[in-house]
Protein backbone atom coordinates (compact mmCIF):
# COMPACT_ATOMS: atom_id res chain seq x y z
CA UNK A 1 0.00 0.00 0.00
CA UNK A 2 3.04 2.41 1.32
CA UNK A 3 4.69 1.47 -1.89
CA UNK A 4 1.74 3.10 -3.80
CA UNK A 5 1.66 5.79 -2.54
CA UNK A 6 4.73 7.27 -1.96
CA UNK A 7 5.59 8.02 -5.78
CA UNK A 8 1.48 9.94 -6.07
CA UNK A 9 2.79 11.48 -2.79
CA UNK A 10 6.39 12.83 -4.49
CA UNK A 11 4.47 13.94 -7.64
CA UNK A 12 2.19 15.68 -5.44
CA UNK A 13 5.26 17.60 -3.68
CA UNK A 14 7.01 18.03 -6.75
CA UNK A 15 4.18 19.73 -8.60
CA UNK A 16 3.25 21.60 -5.28
CA UNK A 17 6.70 23.18 -5.52
CA UNK A 18 6.82 23.95 -8.84
CA UNK A 19 3.76 25.71 -9.25
CA UNK A 20 4.80 27.74 -5.83
CA UNK A 21 8.62 28.51 -7.51
CA UNK A 22 6.30 29.50 -10.94
CA UNK A 23 4.50 31.69 -9.04
CA UNK A 24 6.93 33.06 -6.57
CA UNK A 25 9.62 33.88 -10.20
CA UNK A 26 6.46 35.06 -12.25
CA UNK A 27 7.12 38.68 -13.61
CA UNK A 28 4.92 41.39 -12.61
CA UNK A 29 2.02 42.03 -15.01
CA UNK A 30 2.77 45.54 -17.52
CA UNK A 31 0.33 47.86 -16.40
CA UNK A 32 -2.11 48.85 -19.42
CA UNK A 33 -2.08 52.33 -20.30
CA UNK A 34 -4.25 54.74 -22.95
CA UNK A 35 -2.34 55.49 -26.35
CA UNK A 36 -3.60 59.17 -25.88
CA UNK A 37 -6.73 61.16 -24.61
CA UNK A 38 -7.76 60.91 -28.41
CA UNK A 39 -7.85 57.04 -29.04
CA UNK A 40 -8.68 55.67 -25.16
CA UNK A 41 -10.02 52.48 -26.63
CA UNK A 42 -6.51 51.62 -28.39
CA UNK A 43 -4.52 50.27 -25.48
CA UNK A 44 -0.93 49.73 -25.58
CA UNK A 45 1.60 47.94 -22.60
CA UNK A 46 5.25 48.37 -21.82
CA UNK A 47 6.34 45.55 -23.84
CA UNK A 48 3.43 45.53 -26.74
CA UNK A 49 4.41 44.64 -30.24
CA UNK A 50 2.65 45.77 -33.61
CA UNK A 51 0.60 42.53 -33.42
CA UNK A 52 -0.19 42.61 -29.66
CA UNK A 53 -3.21 45.51 -30.25
CA UNK A 54 -4.82 42.72 -32.76
CA UNK A 55 -4.57 39.52 -30.67
CA UNK A 56 -5.79 41.96 -27.59
CA UNK A 57 -9.78 42.41 -29.68
CA UNK A 58 -8.16 46.28 -30.56
CA UNK A 59 -8.05 47.69 -33.63
CA UNK A 60 -5.41 47.16 -35.94
CA UNK A 61 -3.54 48.93 -38.67
CA UNK A 62 -5.52 47.42 -41.27
CA UNK A 63 -8.81 48.58 -40.04
CA UNK A 64 -9.75 45.08 -38.83
CA UNK A 65 -10.54 44.49 -35.20
CA UNK A 66 -13.40 45.51 -32.60
CA UNK A 67 -14.27 49.10 -32.97
CA UNK A 68 -16.80 48.90 -30.55
CA UNK A 69 -15.54 47.31 -27.10
CA UNK A 70 -12.34 47.30 -25.93
CA UNK A 71 -11.22 44.31 -23.40
CA UNK A 72 -8.64 43.42 -21.49
CA UNK A 73 -7.33 40.24 -20.13
CA UNK A 74 -7.73 38.47 -17.08
CA UNK A 75 -5.22 35.56 -15.60
CA UNK A 76 -6.51 33.65 -13.01
CA UNK A 77 -3.90 34.04 -10.13
CA UNK A 78 -3.40 30.19 -10.04
CA UNK A 79 -3.42 27.31 -12.15
CA UNK A 80 -5.52 24.69 -11.82
CA UNK A 81 -4.77 20.78 -11.06
CA UNK A 82 -6.78 18.13 -12.01
CA UNK A 83 -7.20 14.54 -11.10
CA UNK A 84 -7.59 11.92 -13.49
CA UNK A 85 -8.93 8.88 -11.69
CA UNK A 86 -9.31 5.31 -13.71
CA UNK A 87 -10.42 2.39 -11.52
CA UNK A 88 -10.01 4.10 -8.30
CA UNK A 89 -6.51 5.38 -9.18
CA UNK A 90 -5.13 8.30 -9.96
CA UNK A 91 -3.68 8.21 -13.49
CA UNK A 92 -2.90 11.79 -14.51
CA UNK A 93 -2.91 15.43 -13.52
CA UNK A 94 -3.82 17.79 -15.71
CA UNK A 95 -3.17 21.20 -14.79
CA UNK A 96 -4.34 24.21 -16.82
CA UNK A 97 -4.14 28.12 -16.72
CA UNK A 98 -7.17 30.06 -17.63
CA UNK A 99 -7.93 33.52 -18.84
CA UNK A 100 -11.17 35.45 -18.81
CA UNK A 101 -11.84 38.48 -21.89
CA UNK A 102 -13.40 41.39 -19.99
CA UNK A 103 -14.59 44.50 -20.67
CA UNK A 104 -11.81 47.13 -19.55
CA UNK A 105 -12.34 48.28 -16.02
CA UNK A 106 -14.10 44.78 -15.02
CA UNK A 107 -10.86 43.51 -14.21
CA UNK A 108 -11.63 44.16 -9.84
CA UNK A 109 -14.91 42.66 -10.52
CA UNK A 110 -13.40 38.96 -11.75
CA UNK A 111 -10.49 39.51 -8.78
CA UNK A 112 -13.67 40.06 -6.13
CA UNK A 113 -15.29 36.95 -7.63
CA UNK A 114 -12.55 34.60 -7.58
CA UNK A 115 -13.09 32.20 -4.76
CA UNK A 116 -16.42 31.37 -6.79
CA UNK A 117 -15.17 31.32 -10.19
CA UNK A 118 -12.56 28.97 -9.19
CA UNK A 119 -15.14 26.65 -7.30
CA UNK A 120 -17.21 26.92 -10.28
CA UNK A 121 -14.36 26.44 -13.11
CA UNK A 122 -13.27 23.26 -10.37
CA UNK A 123 -16.22 21.46 -11.23
CA UNK A 124 -16.79 21.60 -14.56
CA UNK A 125 -12.91 20.52 -15.11
CA UNK A 126 -13.93 17.70 -12.48
CA UNK A 127 -16.86 16.96 -14.46
CA UNK A 128 -14.85 16.85 -17.70
CA UNK A 129 -12.13 14.54 -16.52
CA UNK A 130 -14.69 12.08 -14.87
CA UNK A 131 -16.21 11.94 -18.86
CA UNK A 132 -13.07 11.06 -19.76
CA UNK A 133 -12.68 14.64 -21.82
CA UNK A 134 -8.67 14.50 -20.92
CA UNK A 135 -8.39 10.65 -22.15
CA UNK A 136 -6.74 9.96 -25.35
CA UNK A 137 -6.56 13.02 -27.89
CA UNK A 138 -7.62 15.50 -25.09
CA UNK A 139 -6.42 18.43 -27.12
CA UNK A 140 -8.49 18.24 -30.22
CA UNK A 141 -10.39 20.79 -31.27
CA UNK A 142 -14.24 19.06 -30.03
CA UNK A 143 -12.48 18.26 -26.85
CA UNK A 144 -11.54 21.82 -26.44
CA UNK A 145 -14.07 23.73 -27.51
CA UNK A 146 -16.53 21.76 -25.11
CA UNK A 147 -14.39 22.43 -22.54
CA UNK A 148 -14.03 26.14 -23.17
CA UNK A 149 -18.05 26.52 -23.87
CA UNK A 150 -18.61 25.00 -19.77
CA UNK A 151 -16.10 27.17 -18.45
CA UNK A 152 -17.93 29.90 -20.42
CA UNK A 153 -21.56 28.92 -19.36
CA UNK A 154 -20.14 29.23 -15.73
CA UNK A 155 -18.31 32.63 -15.79
CA UNK A 156 -21.61 34.13 -16.95
CA UNK A 157 -23.73 32.75 -14.45
CA UNK A 158 -21.20 34.47 -11.84
CA UNK A 159 -19.82 37.75 -13.78
CA UNK A 160 -23.22 38.30 -16.40
CA UNK A 161 -22.25 40.09 -19.43
CA UNK A 162 -18.81 40.91 -17.77
CA UNK A 163 -17.26 37.81 -19.78
CA UNK A 164 -16.39 38.04 -23.48
CA UNK A 165 -14.91 34.90 -23.25
CA UNK A 166 -12.73 32.14 -21.58
CA UNK A 167 -9.16 30.84 -22.75
CA UNK A 168 -7.14 28.12 -21.78
CA UNK A 169 -4.01 29.54 -22.10
CA UNK A 170 -1.90 26.90 -21.12
CA UNK A 171 -2.41 22.97 -20.15
CA UNK A 172 -0.22 19.78 -19.60
CA UNK A 173 -1.25 16.28 -18.68
CA UNK A 174 1.82 14.26 -16.66
CA UNK A 175 0.91 10.75 -16.26
CA UNK A 176 1.16 9.21 -12.96
Do not use: W
Request: charged share 20%; proline share 5%.
Amino acid sequence: MLGKLLPLVFALVGLGGGVGAGLALRPEPAPVVAADASSADECVTADATPGDAAAAGHASEDGSGDHDTATEFVKMNNQFVVPVVKEDNIAALVVMSISLEVPVGSTEKVYQREPKLRDAFLQVLFDHANSGGFDGAFTAGPNMQALRTALGEVAHGELGANVSDVLITDIARQDI
